[in-house]
């Protein structure tokens, strides 16, 4: 083989050998920050200062319907109905993080 050629392969394979090693800083990356977002997600949401914080969500929301004159039974039910979307979310994230969508399970036909 002439040294062009062997020159031009060894050239070609270095090159090969920065994209794969390109492609793989990239994976490692975006796993890393992907891991990052879910426990500052989990961390948010499940941890003891969220849910102190979602209690005086809700107080604080029962209070100010009260302030405002709504009658008790409609304030619980209006607080009740407050206090699921926290609920809500945590099942979305519970099921975000196990790998499960509802969509996906509907498609399935498991869910209707």
């Given at each position: 083989?002439?040294?062009?050629?062997?020159?031009?392969?060894?050239?070609?394979?270095?090159?090969?050998?920065?994209?794969?090693?390109?492609?793989?800083?990239e994976?490692?990356?975006?796993?890393?920050?992907?891991?990052?977002?879910?426990?500052?997600?989990?961390?948010?949401?499940?941890?003891e200062?969220a849910?102190?914080?979602?209690?005086?969500?809700?107080?604080?929301?029962h209070?100010?319907?009260?302030?405002a004159?709504?009658?008790?039974e409609?304030?619980?039910?209006?607080?009740?109905?407050?206090r699921?979307?926290?609920?809500?979310?945590?099942?979305?994230?519970?099921q975000?993080?196990?790998?499960?969508?509802?969509?996906?399970?509907r498609?399935?036909?498991?869910?209707?």
């Open positions: 083989m002439s040294l062009i050629i062997i020159a031009n392969k060894m050239s070609k394979e270095k090159e090969e050998d920065v994209e794969e090693r390109h492609k793989h800083n994976e490692d990356i975006e796993e890393f920050i992907s891991q990052q977002l879910i426990k500052s997600v989990v961390a948010s949401v499940f941890s200062q849910g102190a914080d979602m209690g005086k969500a809700v107080e604080a929301f209070k100010g319907l009260k302030d004159g709504i009658p008790e409609t304030a619980v039910k209006m607080t009740e109905d407050y699921s979307t926290f609920a809500g979310l945590r099942d979305v994230m519970k975000a993080l196990s790998g499960k969508c509802p969509r996906d399970e498609r399935k036909g498991s869910i209707k």
